[in-house]
């Protein structure tokens, strides 16, 4: 497999990046929406750490993601797509973009702001980024719950256009953020591998 994007795929790099992205959202939504009901003592305290410590390493992973799509290129879209599709596409993927920078600054704005500590994974201690405000806190904790509801909504409706490409339209649009080979599509660019191409990947 290409580590690199290619015209008709997303490569290794990407794939793990995105994936890995993917199930740290989930991740941090269920610990973001079942944390605050914890009782209050020492699990709570480190719920919440591990909140913070998975959300700045998001912070960091979706830098890196879009610094690697800045050298890497992006495939081109699926052949067939409507340009009207290729439009709302881009517009929800700049939108997940910017939610995963704000979520992640807003919650280390909420933090600084109530004076918090906030050390990643208890190995670095980062610094406050805003003094500390009450109001400050206030805001940005609406701030930060608001657009995790706003982000919801659209990796929702990211993922169904996926599922529906890759259901009803029959195209490589899921197959080609996954290893080569694991999703069959009717698409003649994204061919499974068969008993006598498998052992010459074609990248
Ligand atoms: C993509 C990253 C993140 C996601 C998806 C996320 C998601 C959430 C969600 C769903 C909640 C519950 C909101 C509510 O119902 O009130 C929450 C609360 C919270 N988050 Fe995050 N978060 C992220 C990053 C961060 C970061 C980086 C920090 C701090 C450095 C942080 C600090 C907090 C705190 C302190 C709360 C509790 C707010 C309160 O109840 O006072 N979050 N987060």
């Known amino acids: 497999m290409s580590l690199k994007n290619t015209a008709d795929r997303w490569g290794g790099i990407s794939q793990l990046l995105h994936w890995t ?12 929406l079942t944390m605050g009901d914890l009782p209050n003592g020492p699990d709570k305290i480190k719920t919440y750490a591990l909140h913070k410590s998975i959300g700045i390493t998001i912070l960091a992973l979706v830098a890196l993601r879009l610094l690697w799509r800045l050298y890497a290129g992006t495939p081109r879209p699926v052949p067939g797509s409507p340009r009207w599709q290729e439009r709302i596409a881009s517009l929800t993927h700049a939108a997940i973009y910017l939610l995963l920078f704000a979520i992640p600054l807003s919650g280390w704005v909420l933090n600084s702001a109530a ?61 080609r953020m996954l290893p080569r080979g694991w999703l069959r599509t009717d698409d003649a660019t994204d061919p499974a591998p068969t008993p006598s ?7």
């Open 197 to 203: 191409s498998s052992g010459t990947p074609a990248e």
């Open 115 to 175: 004076g918090f500590p906030l050390r990643w994974f208890g190995l670095v201690n980062l610094p406050h980024i805003v003094g500390e405000s009450h109001d400050l806190h206030e805001l940005a904790e609406e701030a930060h719950e608001l657009m995790f509801w706003m982000l919801a909504l659209l990796v929702v409706a990211h993922a169904g256009a996926a599922f529906y490409h890759h259901i009803f339209q029959r195209d490589a649009t899921l197959a």
């Open 21 to 32: 992205i993917a199930i740290l959202i989930l991740v941090m939504a269920y610990l973001g």
